[in-house]
């Protein structure tokens, strides 16, 4: 029995898909929801399972195609056996990089080293060599690589966000060794009881929570000639992946303790990576936390996650002096930084925010007292 792999309904935001990699050819066994297909939209990467043991009967929609819901991907024949003795037939793709004997290849001087996306792409047969880079003699050389999906689409947001929104940014620093001291503290028995390390996420996350419920304009959004405020509190975390940054949500982050939201953060860090998130985690949110710390940045100005109105910065911890009680002391100090839109959120309310901020995590009690 011939059962059609079809492109499954796609989310209502998304018009349409690109078959970014099969993982079986023609003539392959495949075992039921054992993964065939990648499709790649501009938010997620969507995974389409057999329906069936048997085997890959044939491809209609080679990588790089743009498919729309219910579109005929291939087939499976179902409840036979994979062929043995004869080779199976090659999946339909573009160009395909030829390994010739070494004989016959033309004599080459230079070599270019191809990073982790373009080695990728060849060896699935995705793009041909010529397609991803080209060379020339000597050292110099040149990539050129088809923006992907996701990449295009966070281009997109960003321009958008720069010509719609009027974007300011206001900076302070805050000084963790009250949370170092915490954690240094509680570290091993926070584990042990909840089975997830005790991170700096957490406290952000509560701290960005207490100071929304005192300013929320922060908590806002403008949709057309309307304000809209928020009576809830989802955060999006933003995560860096091979393929960009996605935004997956901790909904309802009020109403997490601080291992709740570790492990929100944990899961959804893994699974961005292993392009596992749906299109409901990571749609929606109404402020956000970027953390540029994690690659070194001391200092910098995050953008708008649109329709949100503000987003706050992490950045390096670094040991500083600083001056307590007309002291000298070094302290692990970070420079955090609120970009918002000014249409909504007047300055002394995104100080005041960055203000309340910080002093919640310089004195973690309050945030269990909630003052």
Do not use: C
């Amino acid at each position: 029995m011939t059962i059609e792999i079809k492109v499954p309904p796609l989310p209502e935001s998304v018009a349409d898909a690109t078959v970014l990699t099969w993982h079986k050819k023609p003539g392959d066994a495949v075992k039921r929801d054992e993964n065939l297909v990648d499709l790649e939209t501009d938010k997620v990467v969507i995974e389409v399972p057999a329906a069936a043991d048997g085997i890959l009967k044939d491809i209609a929609k080679p990588n790089g195609t743009k498919v729309n819901s219910g579109e005929l991907l291939g087939s499976i024949e179902a409840g036979k056996a994979a062929a043995v003795s004869a080779p199976a037939p090659a999946a339909k793709a573009p160009q395909k990089v030829v390994e010739k004997p070494a004989e016959k290849m033309p004599e080459q001087k230079s070599d270019v080293v191809l990073g982790p996306s373009l080695r990728r792409a060849v060896g699935t047969g995705e793009k041909s060599l010529s397609s991803v880079t080209s060379q020339s003699t000597g050292s110099r050389t040149e990539q050129r690589v088809p923006m992907s999906r996701l990449r295009a689409r966070v281009a997109e947001r960003l321009l958008s966000a720069q010509h719609n929104a009027a974007i300011l940014t206001t900076f302070n620093e805050v000084n963790l060794q009250a949370i170092m001291n915490l954690r240094a503290k509680y570290k091993d028995s926070f584990e042990k009881l909840h089975g997830i390390r005790l991170g700096f996420m957490s406290f952000f996350t509560r701290a960005v929570v207490e100071a929304l419920k005192k300013f929320p304009a922060v908590n806002a959004s403008i949709d057309g000639s309307d304000i809209v405020y928020h009576g809830y509190y989802d955060i999006g975390v933003a995560v860096s992946t091979d393929r960009g940054l996605v935004v997956p949500v901790i909904r309802d982050a009020d109403q997490l303790s601080l291992a709740d939201i570790e492990k929100q953060v944990a899961n959804y860090s893994k699974r961005a990576r292993d392009n596992q998130l749906t299109m409901e985690e990571i749609t929606g949110g109404t402020f956000t936390i970027t953390n540029g710390g994690v690659f070194g940045s001391l200092l910098a100005t995050p953008i708008l996650n649109p329709p949100q109105s503000a987003i706050l910065g992490m950045q390096k911890i670094q040991d500083r002096p600083i001056v307590e009680n007309g002291q000298i002391v070094i302290r692990p100090m970070m420079y955090l930084a609120l970009s918002y839109d000014h249409r909504m959120i007047d300055g002394k309310e995104s100080v005041q925010f960055l203000v309340t901020v910080k002093e919640l995590l310089e004195d973690p009690s309050r945030l269990l007292l909630e003052i």
